[in-house]
């Protein structure tokens, strides 16, 4: 057991204190054995996690989950200072003076009236400080770990800063249709190994479409799938009501029940 002051309320650095007590020789011996790999799904659980709270409008929840997404950054911090790489205020000075740079509309001199203004500057100096050379270098930054719709959103849009875009969101839809095609023609021919490609050529030019009319392809999915969820459970509490079971239907008889449910949810 090791020593700490119980306190009625706690800041930052006991937040840090408590981390570096964890994985000390007194600590807990699973906190000592983590690395920067072993908890890296865990950050992306406690990403969604907050994601989720915001999506519920749940303050307290909120609060909660970005506490958790706290303990990721400053855990891996830890990490790092154990092997005297960096510390927790190295990436807060890090982060200020990034902030600092890519304001210079707030902390400098530079004029910029118009949010859109504001973006093309931040994109200017990030390509300047991060010594992005060309186009191809900001799409090639953009996090491959990325969810792939959200990948392919950004990289869409960093694509159209160089001029490499469709004309017109009608242009873009136009594409999807051109896709499907081949796509229908890489199945008829049982081209297996084309078939992969064709399908994700079609997901791209989908979210291309979804961006040129505003959309967050991301987010469109994720209510489409919310969608499919409440039809299917009406669905299958239709056939439940009708003393079957969901599993032992036919495609047809499956049919039937789900469009009953698509006119029950309107």
């Not at 920067?36 to 307290?60: P, Q, Y």
């Not at 469709?166 to 136009?174: I, L």
């Amino acid at each position: 057991m090791v020593e700490y002051e119980q306190k009625p309320r706690y800041g930052i650095n006991d937040l840090i204190d408590i981390v570096r007590l964890l994985r000390s020789v007194g600590g807990c011996p699973w906190d000592r054995e983590q690395t920067h790999e072993s908890i890296r799904s865990d950050f992306i659980e406690e990403t969604c996690e907050v994601i989720e709270a915001i999506d519920l409008k749940d303050t307290g929840l909120l609060r909660e989950e970005l506490g958790d997404v706290l303990l990721q950054v400053v855990f891996h911090c830890r990490i790092e200072e154990e092997n005297s790489s960096f510390t927790f205020d190295d990436i807060c000075d890090g982060i200020c003076k990034k902030l600092i740079v890519r304001h210079p509309h707030v902390f400098g001199d530079v004029l910029a009236d118009s949010a859109d203004q504001v973006l093309k500057n931040w994109d200017a100096i990030k390509m300047e400080t991060k010594g992005q050379e060309t186009y191809t270098d900001t799409l090639n930054s953009v996090a491959k770990s990325l969810p792939a719709l959200m990948r392919a959103q950004k990289v869409g849009k960093r694509a159209m800063r160089a001029g490499m875009d469709f004309r017109c969101a009608e242009d873009a839809a136009a594409c999807i249709e051109k896709e499907k095609a081949e796509l229908d023609k890489a199945i008829a021919n049982n081209d297996k190994a084309n078939i992969e490609e064709e399908i994700g050529d079609l997901l791209f030019s989908c979210v291309n479409a979804a961006r040129h009319l505003g959309v967050d392809a991301e987010l469109a999915l994720k209510a489409a799938t919310d969608k499919f969820i409440s039809r299917f459970a009406a669905a299958e509490k239709l056939t439940v009501e009708d003393g079957l079971e969901i599993d032992k239907l036919s495609i047809e008889e499956l049919d039937v029940y789900w469009n009953k449910a698509k006119k029950q949810l309107h």
